[in-house]
Antibody, heavy 117, light 109 residues
């Protein structure tokens, strides 16, 4: 069974940092492009970042460029999102998602990040 | 930048009725990388349709996707109570690499 479990969320002050993790199991993690997608409270889905299977092809949405860093550890089936200089508008549920071709076939349950003073 | 616009914003129907949800792109898209998702309150999105018209694993055949270019449609042939949710379209490949529509809320009439 494919499982994606996010962790590392919580409350942080504006300007602070947070590192999200996503533990993958039930599939060969190293073969897939992985993504972070977020959802602000009561809002729609917003793609955040993607990293290819080997970790050499990385993309960010404009909202996170220069502040967010995506990475992965294929030896430990883990995906990460380092977030710095956090803003109130980064408050959202962050989902880890597996991409196959162009679509996301498995998602984690999400982790809430709240940026507030 | 590719913008996906979904319509209607809210669709009010009764169980047993047919639902037609639309997603229009600001640029022509590759059907291969177009999908539809369902999201229920407090849950992660679930992939319904990939490649514009292919049902994902375990998705009932009352769900179907069609379209190409800039116009795509999700059809639910006969609504079941569990189908009332929010639906998102999504594209991959054009700048930005990934974008989602703003969602259509399907509510019980």
């Amino acid at each position: 069974e494919v499982r994606l479990v996010e962790s590392g969320g919580g409350l942080v002050k504006p300007g602070g940092s947070l590192r999200l993790s996503c533990a993958a199991s039930g599939f060969t993690f190293s073969r897939y492009t992985m993504n972070w997608v977020r959802q602000a409270p009561g809002k729609g889905l917003e793609w955040v970042s993607s990293i290819n299977s080997a970790g050499g092809d990385i993309h960010y949405a404009d909202s996170g460029k220069g502040r967010f860093t995506i990475s992965r550890d294929n030896a430990n089936d883990s995906l990460f999102l380092q977030m710095s200089r956090l803003r109130v508008e980064d408050t959202a549920v962050y989902y880890c998602a597996r991409r196959v071709e162009g679509n996301y076939d498995f998602w984690g349950r999400g982790i809430l990040v709240t940026v507030s003073s | 930048e590719v913008v996906l616009t979904q319509s209607p914003g809210t669709l009010s129907l009764s169980p047993g009725e047919r639902a037609t949800l639309s997603c229009r792109s600001s640029q022509s898209l590759s059907s291969k990388y177009f999908g539809w998702y369902q999201q229920k309150p407090g849950q992660a999105p679930r992939l319904l349709i990939y490649g514009a018209s292919n049902r994902a694993t375990g998705i009932p055949d009352r769900f179907s996707g069609s379209g190409s270019g800039t116009d795509f449609t999700l059809t639910i042939s006969r609504l079941e109570p569990e189908d009332f949710a929010v639906y998102y379209c999504q594209q991959y490949g054009s700048s930005p690499p990934v974008s989602f529509g703003q969602g259509t809320r399907l509510e019980i009439k």
